[in-house]
């Protein structure tokens, strides 16, 4: 197994449904968080089949190319930009002061010698949807103001009705008048630079698109085309990957379950409906930021052309467009790795009640443990080897806390020093055995957490690497340590799983998969209640 990885959790469906989630590199969970409130919106693009990745969320300047020879061309108007050859980089940045010299034919409304009344026109028109533009004039000692622009050559029937236009809009009076003007403006730009140093700037988010091959975003190789374009920060760029929604995929399910280590088909066909529900479910989910989903923890980890593999590949391609419903609509596909031997319910973690999240015993029919306190009384003395997932080591696992460790944990949670930790006091646990409300006594003060948070406040103290480290899991037992004198010298807490354990359990899908199941089997286990069809998302 690889080193363990953490991320946060959400339930796309759900409001404030939010939660830490952990596993290992190659048993991941998703999805995360929500995105940063909009600034401004964008205008939605109909969904046609490509899904937009973010590999690169946020950069001052974002190197893009091809593995062949590519063009670069300007979004909206398809301008050619710079044509490049196989494996050239140019690196794409953002001004917004570029001189740019420009000559179209404006629209004169007035010429005057006021800049209030300049002022005030520019901003009439722009706010009514025109572009503007002013120039002084020195031998007659006014501002020209211009509402309204067309390219040349002239075409005065074109623009007799654009002038009508403008005039409805009470921005202009039939003495205006069309003429050829030549401008030099200080105008945000995307600016392309090649490695010789020379620029192209461009209004629009410069686009690749190779003639064979991959594009290449920040030195890695993605299927489709690569498109900078600015975020939701208006001053920062994102590298985008466009490309269909199987491909995008191809690059999903291999991050997501590994099938180096996981190469068993039907768990990597169930990963692979899983991936694809999520996509779809979220199509739009960060748009305000120019794209679908990003490409690592908090959406859906993706590793573009150089992540693909032939048995997840494979798994993408049986599963063709197929995806997890409930009542007709795209579920929210939630997964983590390990339940520890029982899913949870979404509100033992999250805020809202999905009917199809439900939690289930990960054992196969009639070998379930009698009960939950049957499952927390396993968590201290494993005695049961029958689980789906018994196999894997998040299965079971413990940690030790000295009261050094444990005061510098709470006191991390609590912002503030609090001396000894008295007691550590499970208040209320869900149907499933996950702890829902958490009480830590100090002599400094009580302080209280509660569903999926708890696994940050109560980290543990990772031995290989001596850090505190978010609880793999809600489903645990804690004791007090006591010496003979009955001294509390520590804490021990005895737990199962990785992850906030909703949804489909990536070890549990693995077990099935091995014990003859087939993915259909494997998902309507988890998913209470769904169908799997044939249906589209909607970018919203």
């Not at 005895?494 to 087939?518: C, D, E, F, P």
Request: proline residues 5%.
């Amino acid at each position: 197994m690889h080193p363990r990885r953490r991320r946060f959790a959400r339930v796309a469906t759900v409001a404030a449904l939010v939660a830490l989630a952990g596993c290992s590199e190659d048993l991941p969970t998703r999805p995360g968080p929500a995105p940063a409130p909009e600034a401004p919106r964008r205008a939605v693009e109909p969904y046609t089949g490509l899904i937009r990745i973010g590999v690169v969320p946020s950069a001052s300047s974002v190197k893009v190319g091809a593995t062949a020879s590519y063009e670069v061309r300007e979004k909206e108007t398809n301008a050619l930009l710079l044509t490049g050859a196989a494996g050239e980089v140019v690196t794409v940045s953002w001004t917004s002061s570029a001189s740019v010299t420009t000559e179209s034919r404006r629209l004169q409304v007035t010429c005057t010698g006021s800049t209030a009344e300049r002022d005030r026109r520019l901003a009439d028109g722009a706010a009514a949807g025109f572009p503007t533009a002013a120039e002084w004039v020195s031998t007659a000692a006014c501002w020209r103001v211009y509402v309204g622009e067309r390219p040349l050559p002239i075409d005065t029937a074109a623009e007799r009705v654009y002038k009508d236009k403008v005039i409805a809009a009470g921005q202009a009076t039939s003495d205006a008048f069309w003429r050829t003007v030549t401008l030099t403006q200080s105008l945000p730009r995307y600016v392309v630079t090649r490695g010789n140093g020379t620029q192209v700037l461009a209004a629009n988010p410069p686009r690749v698109v190779p003639s064979t091959g991959q594009v290449l975003i920040a030195g890695q190789k993605y299927r489709g085309t690569a498109e900078v374009q600015l975020n939701s920060s208006q001053s920062l760029l994102a590298g985008i990957n466009e490309l269909p929604m199987e491909q995008y995929l191809y690059g999903v399910v291999p991050k997501e379950l590994g099938p180096v280590t996981y190469p068993e088909v039907e768990a990597q066909r169930a990963q692979a409906v899983a991936a694809r529900t999520y996509a779809h479910a979220n199509l739009g989910k960060r748009w305000s930021d120019g794209y679908d989903l990003g490409a690592t923890v908090s959406d859906q980890v993706y590793g573009g052309y150089s992540a693909e593999h032939s048995v997840s590949t494979a798994a993408v391609n049986h599963t063709a467009g197929l995806v997890a419903t409930y009542g007709g609509a795209l579920i929210d596909a939630l997964f983590h790795a390990t339940s520890g031997g029982h899913t949870a319910h979404s509100e033992d973690i999250f805020s809202g009640t999905l009917a199809y999240l439900r939690g289930v015993w990960d054992y196969p029919a009639g070998a379930e443990l009698s009960s939950t306190s049957a499952l927390l009384a396993d968590l201290r003395d494993p005695t049961s080897t029958t689980s789906y997932e018994a196999w894997h080591h998040w299965h079971r696992w413990n940690f030790t806390w000295t009261m050094s460790q444990i005061s510098s944990v709470i006191g991390a949670y609590a912002g503030r020093p609090v001396g000894n930790v008295l007691a550590i006091n499970v208040l209320s646990r869900s149907p499933t055995g996950r702890v829902t409300k958490i009480e830590y006594v100090t002599e400094e003060g009580t302080f209280y957490d509660t569903k999926g948070r708890i696994r940050s406040s109560l980290k543990y103290i990772d031995p290989a690497t001596g850090k505190a480290t978010l609880l793999p899991s809600t489903l645990f037992v804690i004791d007090r340590l006591v010496d003979a004198s009955g001294q509390t010298t520590g804490y021990k807490v005895y737990g199962g799983g990785n992850g906030h354990g909703i949804g489909l359990s990536q070890t549990g899908a693995v077990g099935m998969a091995r014990a003859g199941h087939t993915y259909p089997q494997i998902l309507k286990k988890y998913y209470t209640g769904i169908a799997i069809e044939q249906k589209v998302g909607t970018r919203s």
